[in-house]
């Protein structure tokens, strides 16, 4: 059994705005192992870059607020001061961000850039790191590393781009790293070859991943677990298997159901799930999916524990019975499979 | 690289030639205005305004009055004053230069660093009550008519505290070349540097603050705090390193502008000889031709800077370079 | 739509999802009016501007029914009342060899001198007033005509593109070019000292009106202007609502004022605050050189230099006018800041500290 790395306790983050406090995570814990890859799936404003954000500490607005532990091999992140902060920072738990284009800065070399991260944690020289750097830039797969090493961030594409950004978050060799949509800005076929490398060199370097998209198919592919999220809580999480083919939550029903399937019979129309996300100034009470949910009944005006109700690896949020849910769960992601309905769930 | 330096060399003669053209236009042509009275000065004598229209070719078609002209001012170095007795132009342009180039050095050593330390100040107080009491000192310093300052300036230390410890060691209002006392040179220019510099301090220190802010909201920004840098070199190796490059581009404009005469109500508050003291002197004494020459030297200057500023920016930022 | 059941007896029931409430809508301007209303800093700086335009708006009744004086009128022999007893307005004894003649100091008596007499025996508190009407009138006027003529010339750059735009740029440039305070001479030493104003056609501005300064400046900043405003139009012009008027077979004048122009007036809403200021500084200094505002009219300006004479006697002649500018700057910068955080739509998410 692998060791614990990461263990996020009931983490909630607000913001105060003109408009009111916006809850963005509200109660979020969940773990992540040595060597494993965890993807947190979730609409745009579900809190999964917030939450992941808050457990580097990189949200530096004096409007937020922060409940809960995140216990890192052993020390609670959220207690550390600056120095220690530093240390874990860039060399155990590095992060690679959504837009390569933005995320370098444009005016230092490319090289510099990865040797100020190696200089900033290892007492090594400049020639030595400026050499690291350059078998980095191999690693990920950049031809003739040695000129590329000298070019500005400008000088590359988007997919280079991201393949040094993950050169640069490896440089340390960290125990976990945290990529927050790093294919959303890049082109399809880039997207393949940029999880291919992901996967590639976790292998080699031993991290953990904590993978963060909006996209099933991301998942679908790197993931050991998932977890899935809606208005700042995880509704769903549990090993890939079990939340694709087991899918205990009608939020990743929607999401499962809304994904175009090659080996099935085409369905009249895609399922969708009705309504807009919740404000998350005003949550609604009870269940925060409960307004677009097609399964609502009365129970929902409570709010639904994350809890084992299927197996005990896999976790959800919704007070549905186990048994009533197997029915509904394929009529709602695959209609077409299910005989006498011709209709889609709405 | 050499491309664009030509490329920009050429255009900045194409600029200098249309200023040139437009001076000319404006003083000479204008209607209603009689350019050979305005040469002449004050109660010109018929013997006088002839010679004038001989020498300026006012009889002659435009392009021809246009070459005499340049001619005058550029390559023979002839043009005359005649409201000042003929003293020669070009060489008294040449003689109150280190005056204004003193002046605006000086202020412009002052107003970086202190524009710098105030702007770099508030962006990292933000959130305590010092940032808004900078940018408020900034705002006043933006607000105060720089030839009103110097004047309280001059009230201050040249009358009512004069005797004062404070303000005894102040020389009388003037300049006093390097050459003749550095003490003097320096005590001399201390007042006219501070009074110049307020004005440029407030407006770059409000400048800056708002670029560092806007750029610590970048995402390299983020990325270089969750690379595990240190706060001291975020905010110096990336954040002010960045806006430098609007900084340096702002400043060189402002300072060619100095340079090129700009500070001329510092300098007739202060008494200080230069450049800008004697666009304002010929004004006041309607010397046409002083006029025309100092206004053309000063948009010279200020072309200049701005092509060094867009070479300048070029270094700063590597975007912007030629591939 | 709801799912049909097939089972029976099932405890939970299914119900039609709820829809989240109607979303209230409030205009951006509405919003930003909001935030700049409740900016109290920036709503204390616009106080403390119209409070300087009306008292200089009350000048004339300052002058003739308060003070009693004419404030353009040489007064060298005339006398004052300063605590009942009659004064000569011009003191013996002035200058270096105590020869000549000082006016008189403040008096701080409202009615009577408040801030004493200039060296041709003028009311200065009189003057200042008007001098402020004058001052204000040509900086708000220039910084709006500016405004205005660049936000069409922009318009019509932006939206029509190629030749038209290339032109009028071009233009614009060549203005841009020279340095500003430099033009601003130029211009100003050839039409206001030439005594014969400006005549162009059926047009004739003396060189004494307040006209000929306010066209200049006006004039000189259009590049200011003109180019963040071109440069918004033709953002918008990009975008996909203009386009879609186009496909509609809109006209073009009506695209660009019921589309680009609402669009691009927050621009020049920002900018107008902080070209008024730009506009009264640069008055202030023409008008010191000699080159603005001409006798027997004053400013702010011409105060300052009639003052700088006088400055080691009777100080206050030079610095209450200074002052004024001041403030009337220092308000105007105060309160551009909050027109541009109201309208910013990436308002940062501030809260008010208490």
Redesign the interface.
């Known amino acids: 059994m692998a060791e614990q790395l990461l263990e996020v306790r009931n983490l909630k983050v607000s913001f105060r705005t003109e408009d009111g406090v916006v809850r963005a995570v509200d109660g979020v814990s969940f773990t992540v192992s040595e060597g494993e890859t965890l993807g947190i799936v979730g609409e745009s404003g579900s809190g999964k870059s917030v939450t992941m954000m808050s457990v580097m500490r990189l949200i530096i607005d004096p409007n937020a607020t922060f409940e809960g532990e995140v216990i890192y091999k052993g020390r609670d992140l959220m207690s550390l001061n600056q120095a220690e902060l530093r240390q874990v920072r860039g060399s155990e738990i590095a992060m690679i961000f959504q837009d390569p284009m933005t995320s370098l800065n444009p005016v230092y070399r490319v090289g510099w850039q990865i040797s100020e991260q190696i200089r900033a944690h290892e007492r090594v020289s400049k020639q030595a790191a400026r050499a690291r750097a350059i078998e980095l830039l191999q690693a990920v797969g950049i031809p003739h590393p040695a000129e590329r090493v000298d070019d500005f961030p400008h000088q590359f594409s988007g997919g280079m781009r991201q393949r040094v950004m993950i050169a640069m978050a490896l440089s340390c060799s960290p125990s976990l790293l945290i990529a927050d949509e790093p294919t959303t800005a890049l082109d399809v076929t880039i997207q393949a070859q940029i999880l291919e490398l992901i996967r590639k060199l976790k292998d080699e370097f031993g991290s953990a991943v904590v993978l963060i998209t909006h996209d099933m198919g991301v998942v679908a592919d790197v993931a050991d677990r998932v977890a899935v999220m809606y208005a700042g809580r995880i509704v769903e999480m549990g090993s890939k298997h079990d939340v694709f083919y087991d899918a205990e939550h009608p939020y990743t029903w929607g999401l499962l159901g809304s994904i175009a399937r090659i080996d099935r019979p085409k369905p009249r129309r895609l399922t969708t799930i009705r309504g807009l996300p919740p404000s998350l100034i005003n949550l609604p009470p009870g269940c925060a999916f409960g307004p677009r949910c097609p399964q609502r009944f009365e129970m929902c005006d409570q709010v639904p524990e994350l809890a084992p109700r299927a197996a005990f690896d896999h976790t959800d949020a919704c007070h549905l019975d186990p048994t009533i849910k197997r029915n509904r769960r394929d009529r709602t992601i695959h209609p077409e499979l299910v005989e006498g309905t011709n209709e889609q769930s709405a | 690289m050499l491309i664009f330096i030509v490329r920009r060399t050429l255009w900045t003669v194409l600029v200098l030639f249309t200023i040139s053209v437009l001076v000319f236009v404006i003083f000479f042509k204008t209607p209603g205005v009689d350019p050979a009275r305005a040469i002449a000065g004050r109660n010109p004598s018929p013997k006088v305004m002839a010679e004038i229209r001989h020498q300026f070719g006012l009889d002659r078609p435009f392009p021809v009055q246009y070459g005499l002209m340049m001619k005058k001012i550029f390559i023979t170095h002839d043009l005359v004053s005649y409201s000042n007795q003929g003293t020669k132009v070009i060489p008294e342009i040449g003689a109150a230069a280190p005056a204004t180039l003193s002046l605006v050095f000086g202020a412009a050593i002052i107003w970086v660093v202190m524009a710098i330390l105030m702007g770099v100040a508030a962006a990292v107080l933000r959130g305590t009550v010092l940032d808004p009491i900078l940018m408020i000192i900034a705002l006043i310093g933006i607000s105060m008519p720089v030839f009103w300052l110097g004047e309280v300036v001059n009230l201050v230390t040249q009358s009512r505290l004069h005797h004062t410890f404070l303000f005894s060691w102040v020389p009388p209002l003037g300049y006093t070349p390097f050459t003749q006392s550095p003490v003097l040179w320096f005590k001399g220019l201390i007042f006219p540097w501070i009074t110049l510099s307020i004005l440029y301090i407030g407006f770059y220190a409000r400048v800056l603050r708002a670029n560092l802010l806007e750029i610590q909201n970048e995402d390299y920004i983020r990325t270089a705090r969750a690379k595990g840098l240190t706060e001291r070199r975020v905010l110096f190796r990336h954040t002010l390193r960045n806006s430098m490059i609007t900084f340096v581009s702002l400043f060189g404009l402002d300072f060619g502008v100095l340079v090129g005469g700009g500070a001329l109500l510092t300098e007739v508050v202060f008494a200080i000889h230069g450049v800008g003291f004697l666009t304002y002197q010929s004004l006041t004494n309607l010397d046409l031709p002083v006029i025309m020459a100092t206004v053309i030297y000063g948009a010279f200057f200020i072309v200049l800077a701005n092509t060094l500023v867009d070479i300048a920016y070029a270094g700063l930022d590597p975007r912007v370079r030629p591939a | 739509?709801?799912?049909?059941l097939?089972?029976s007896a099932?405890?939970?029931?299914?119900?039609?999802?709820?829809?989240?409430p109607e979303i209230s809508g409030r205009s951006p301007w509405a919003l930003a009016w909001r935030?700049l209303w409740r900016n109290r800093i920036a709503m204390a700086a616009l106080v403390l501007f119209l409070l300087i335009i009306t008292v200089s708006l009350v000048a004339p009744l300052y002058a003739h029914d308060v003070a009693r004086v004419n404030p353009f009128a040489n007064n060298l022999n005339g006398t004052t009342v300063i605590n009942g007893h009659r004064v000569p307005l011009m003191q013996q004894g002035g200058g270096i060899l105590k020869l000549g003649e000082t006016p008189i100091g403040p008096t701080w008596d409202i009615s009577h001198y408040f801030l004493g007499a200039d060296q041709q025996g003028r009311d200065v508190m009189a003057r200042l007033l008007y001098g402020g009407r004058s001052s204000l009138e040509i900086g708000i006027g220039s910084a709006v005509i500016c405004c205005v003529i660049a936000t069409v010339i922009a318009l019509i750059a932006g939206y029509f593109g190629g030749l038209v735009d290339a032109v009028l740029s071009r233009l614009m440039d060549?203005i841009w070019?020279?340095?500003?305070?430099?033009l601003a001479?130029?211009?100003s030493?050839?039409?206001l000292?030439?005594s014969?104003?400006?005549?162009?056609g059926p047009f004739h501005l003396v060189a004494t009106s307040l006209w000929l300064p306010t066209l200049i400046i006006a004039f000189i900043y259009l590049p200011y202007v003109y180019r963040p405003i071109r440069g918004h139009v033709l953002s918008v012009s990009e975008k996909e609502f203009v386009q879609a008027g186009i496909a509609q077979g809109a006209s073009d004048l009506r695209l660009i004022f019921s589309d680009i122009l609402p669009n691009v007036v927050s621009v020049v809403i920002v900018l107008l605050p902080l070209m008024i200021?730009t506009t009264i500084?640069t008055e202030?200094?023409l008008s010191?050189?000699?080159?603005g505002v001409q006798p027997p009219n004053a400013s702010w300006?011409t105060i300052?230099s009639d003052?700088?004479d006088l400055?080691?006697t009777r100080?206050w002649v030079?610095?209450a006018?200074?002052i004024m500018?001041?403030l009337t700057?220092?308000s105007l910068?105060?309160l551009g800041d909050g027109v541009r955080d109201a309208l910013d739509p990436r308002?940062k998410?501030?809260?008010e500290a208490g």
Do not use: C
């Open positions: 739509m709801a799912i049909a097939t089972e099932e405890p939970p029931a299914q119900t039609t999802p709820d829809l989240p935030r060549v070019a020279f340095p500003v305070f430099l001479i130029s211009i030493t050839v039409l000292t030439e014969s104003g400006l005549s162009i200021a500084l202030s200094a010191f050189l000699s080159i300006g300052i003052g700088s400055l080691y100080p030079a610095i006018p200074g500018i001041v700057v220092l910068n105060v308002a998410l501030r809260v």
